[in-house]
């Protein structure tokens, strides 16, 4: 075989390599096209604004989105806290019921405190789009019902953003930022474990956020049952 | 710096050093059938609702009538003394460690939670750091009373 025989087998098999990885690019682009909107379904991914939804079609007005100065935190992050007071002791050493902890108050619940109103119906109202902080029953941008994944999500999120999160670590801050459940390790048995989320429907949990809890199994024996 | 959770984490070990003081995230004691645990609350923190949890490794733990494997004492709840019957059938240990309510839900091991043990007459006083903010000893003290059959 010449050199020039040579060098023209080295460039047909070049362009033949050539063209067998744009067709496989050529295929494979419809493939992820496929999936990119759903990924546009969490408008803050891509970094951009929800987009308005369109008051015919939800009863949606601006209202909704305006939240109370005082819930809003210097880096923007909706907020909640309360100022809670010192509880004095009955003589029994218990701290009288009714008046110590206002669950109502805190961040798990916090996205169900600013909420987006009522609709007819006694519920929470849901604006379209959802974005950091704002209620985890949001309908998804193109206005149908957000899966349980999606609401298990955004509330992890939500918690991350809070100023009270760092609680749960460093890490796991990370983790919910991403929309996963804080972990810790279980001294008793040497393994990390998952904080747990049930999530219901919006009509079954009556607008309420679902509520996390550890994977604990134990009785309070003085508890009012 | 890191907070007592990712200390105990990356020691992978229940007992790290913290500013020369020996912080557990679990005190376990030795208990045999029909050993009561006197349970006294010395102080605890007003911010928000203190637990103390026991758990038995075999057998069962009474306490008001009540029997489980784990007990969870609230300072919300509970008297400020309990006693706890041991129900074993050998043997065996209970563990003990710190919660706190937070944000409405039940929380332990995580932040800077974690347990001072000192042996005092008679048994024990555990100083108890909840995960919220600083380390904080004081956060719930109890004292325990190891009262053998």
Same mark, same amino acid.
């Given at each position: 075989?010449?050199?020039?025989e040579?060098?023209v087998?080295?460039a047909v098999?070049?362009l $033949?390599i050539a063209? /067998?990885a744009?067709a496989?690019?050529?295929v494979a682009?419809?493939i ?8 546009? =379904?969490f408008p803050?991914? /891509?970094? =951009? ?5 369109d008051p015919?079609?939800? #009863?949606?007005s601006?209202?909704y989105?305006?939240?109370?100065d005082? /819930?809003?935190?210097t880096n923007?992050?909706?907020?909640d806290?309360p100022n809670?007071e010192?509880?004095?002791?009955d003589?029994?050493g218990?701290e009288p ?7 109502d108050d805190v ?6 405190e ?6 007819g119906?006694g519920l929470?109202?849901r $604006?379209?789009?959802?974005?950091r902080?704002?209620?985890?029953y949001?309908l ?12 298990r ?7 991350s953003?809070?100023?009270? $999160? #760092?609680?749960? #670590?460093a890490?796991?801050? $990370? ?8 972990? =810790? =390790?279980?001294?008793?048995t #040497?393994?990390?474990?998952s ?13 309420r956020p679902?509520?996390p809890r550890?994977p604990?199994?134990e009785v309070d024996?003085?508890?009012v049952t | ?5 990712e200390e105990f ?6 007992? &790290?050093?913290?500013?020369g003081?020996? !912080?557990r995230?679990v005190?376990?004691?030795? !208990?045999?059938?029909?050993d009561?645990?006197r349970?006294?609350?010395l102080t &605890? ?5 203190? &637990? ?10 009474? &306490? ?13 709840t509970?008297?400020?003394?309990v006693a706890?019957d041991?129900?074993a059938?050998?043997a065996t240990?209970?563990d003990?460690?710190n919660?706190?309510?937070y944000?409405g839900v039940?929380?332990?091991?995580v932040?800077?939670?974690?347990l001072?043990?000192?042996p ?11 995960g ?6 004081t956060d719930?003290v ?8």
């Amino acid at each position: 075989m010449t050199t020039t025989e040579l060098l023209v087998f080295f460039a047909v098999a070049m362009l $033949a390599i050539a063209v /067998l990885a744009i067709a496989v690019d050529w295929v494979a682009k419809p493939i992820r096209r496929r999936f990119i909107p759903k990924m546009y =379904r969490f408008p803050e991914e /891509l970094g =951009r604004q929800a987009p308005p939804p369109d008051p015919s079609l939800t #009863g949606w007005s601006d209202q909704y989105f305006v939240i109370p100065d005082e /819930l809003v935190s210097t880096n923007g992050h909706v907020l909640d806290w309360p100022n809670l007071e010192a509880i004095e002791l009955d003589d029994d050493g218990v701290e009288p019921p009714g008046v110590a902890y206002d669950s109502d108050d805190v961040p798990f619940d916090y996205v169900h405190e600013h909420g987006d109103g009522e609709d007819g119906g006694g519920l929470p109202h849901r $604006a379209l789009g959802w974005q950091r902080g704002q209620y985890v029953y949001n309908l998804i941008g193109n206005g149908s019902e957000p899966s349980v994944e999606i609401v298990r999500t955004r509330f992890w999120k939500n918690v991350s953003s809070t100023e009270h $999160a #760092g609680v749960f #670590g460093a890490h796991n801050v $990370a983790r919910m930022s991403r929309g996963r459940p804080p972990k =810790r =390790r279980n001294p008793r048995t #040497g393994r990390d474990e998952s904080m747990q989320l049930v999530v219901e429907g919006y009509l079954e949990a009556q607008g309420r956020p679902p509520r996390p809890r550890w994977p604990d199994d134990e009785v309070d024996p003085f508890a009012v049952t | 710096m890191n907070d007592l959770a990712e200390e105990f984490q990356l020691s992978d070990s229940d007992i &790290v050093t913290w500013e020369g003081r020996t !912080v557990r995230a679990v005190f376990r004691l030795q !208990v045999t059938d029909g050993d009561r645990l006197r349970v006294n609350r010395l102080t &605890v923190n007003r911010d928000r609702p203190q &637990v103390l949890k026991l758990a038995i490794a075999e057998g069962e733990l009474e &306490v008001n009538g009540v029997r489980a494997e784990t007990i969870a004492l609230w300072s919300t709840t509970s008297p400020r003394d309990v006693a706890v019957d041991v129900h074993a059938p050998e043997a065996t240990t209970v563990d003990i460690w710190n919660g706190w309510e937070y944000g409405g839900v039940g929380q332990a091991w995580v932040g800077n939670a974690g347990l001072v043990a000192q042996p005092v007459d008679g048994g024990y006083t555990l100083q108890c750091s909840d995960g919220v903010g600083p380390v904080d000893f004081t956060d719930l003290v109890v004292r325990i009373d190891h009262v053998k059959r």
